[in-house]
């Protein structure tokens, strides 16, 4: 095949994207009503056939109850986020746990490990927190969830050949942007798209730096604005 087609990424601000390929959309950890920068965004437009949850954080959980009654998506994510869920009504849910894949209609995940921690909303027990290799369509691509740089993130790259990654840069609750141009080197990406930095005051950067960071790693950064949808 001569046609390779990437996939479109759109920025709802934190940690919160949604990934399109072909007729298949995937949201990730929806935080978008509790965020005033997000307050263009109308969740009820997004319609993802699935949400992937990457720790039980309320800045990644916030709207999966919501946008799933809404729209019917199947909900994937760790064991006990899963079992928070369900307890909630939720039916249409998948857990999986660190090391695992599984194929889904809309492409392949597997859950990848993260350094982090993982408390739901009302403190139940989420789980161990984790990130995502995600194949839909010609496209793979990682998305780091909340977590500190870490050495696993070089058995990506002996695995995959990676489209690009999604990657924290906001620094005192995950990495920052150094660390993330070397997560980006470490999982073999060369083009990564930046999340989770500028929602709250711990975790406002100073983009030019985020920018140069990633330039000396040679990598390329992108940070779409809040609706706005990148080709990838
Ligand atoms: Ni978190
Ligand atoms: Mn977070």
């Given at each position: 095949?001569?046609?390779?087609?990437?996939?479109?990424?759109?920025?709802?601000?934190?940690?919160?994207?949604?990934?399109?390929?072909?007729d298949y959309k995937v949201l990730f950890d929806p935080f978008i009503r509790p965020n005033p920068l997000a307050a263009g965004v109308d969740?009820?437009?997004?319609?993802?056939?699935?949400?992937?949850?990457?720790?039980?954080?309320?800045?990644?959980?916030?709207?999966?109850?919501?946008?799933?009654?809404?729209?019917?998506?199947?909900?994937?994510?760790?064991?006990?986020?899963?079992?928070?869920?369900?307890?909630?009504?939720?039916?249409?849910?998948?857990?999986?746990?660190?090391?695992?894949?599984?194929?889904?209609?809309?492409?392949?995940?597997?859950?990848?490990?993260?350094?982090?921690?993982?408390?739901?909303?009302?403190?139940?027990?989420?789980?161990?927190?984790?990130?995502?290799?995600v194949t839909m369509g010609g496209s793979s691509f990682y998305y780091s969830g909340d977590t500190a740089l870490t050495m696993d993130m070089?058995?990506?790259?002996?695995?995959?050949?990676?489209?690009?990654?999604?990657?924290?840069?906001?620094?005192?609750?995950?990495?920052?942007?150094?660390?993330?141009?070397?997560a980006a080197v470490f999982a073999g990406a060369t083009k990564a798209v930046g999340v989770h930095y500028d929602t709250f005051p711990p975790?406002?950067?100073?983009?030019?730096?985020?920018?140069?960071?990633?330039?000396?790693?040679?990598?390329?950064?992108?940070?779409?604005?809040?609706?706005?949808?990148?080709?990838?």
């Amino acid at each position: 095949m001569w046609f390779i087609p990437g996939v479109k990424l759109t920025y709802f601000g934190h940690a919160s994207f949604l990934v399109e390929s072909g007729d298949y959309k995937v949201l990730f950890d929806p935080f978008i009503r509790p965020n005033p920068l997000a307050a263009g965004v109308d969740i009820g437009s997004l319609k993802p056939d699935a949400i992937l949850l990457s720790h039980g954080h309320e800045d990644h959980v916030a709207d999966a109850v919501e946008i799933a009654r809404a729209s019917g998506a199947l909900v994937v994510a760790n064991w006990e986020v899963v079992q928070w869920l369900a307890a909630q009504g939720l039916t249409n849910v998948h857990p999986m746990n660190h090391g695992g894949a599984r194929n889904f209609p809309f492409g392949r995940v597997k859950m990848v490990n993260a350094i982090h921690s993982s408390t739901l909303p009302g403190n139940a027990p989420g789980g161990n927190p984790a990130g995502f290799v995600v194949t839909m369509g010609g496209s793979s691509f990682y998305y780091s969830g909340d977590t500190a740089l870490t050495m696993d993130m070089k058995l990506i790259a002996e695995e995959f050949r990676l489209d690009f990654a999604v990657l924290c840069i906001g620094d005192n609750f995950t990495m920052g942007a150094a660390d993330a141009a070397r997560a980006a080197v470490f999982a073999g990406a060369t083009k990564a798209v930046g999340v989770h930095y500028d929602t709250f005051p711990p975790i406002e950067i100073v983009k030019g730096d985020a920018f140069a960071a990633f330039e000396a790693a040679g990598v390329s950064l992108l940070l779409p604005a809040i609706g706005e949808t990148v080709e990838l």
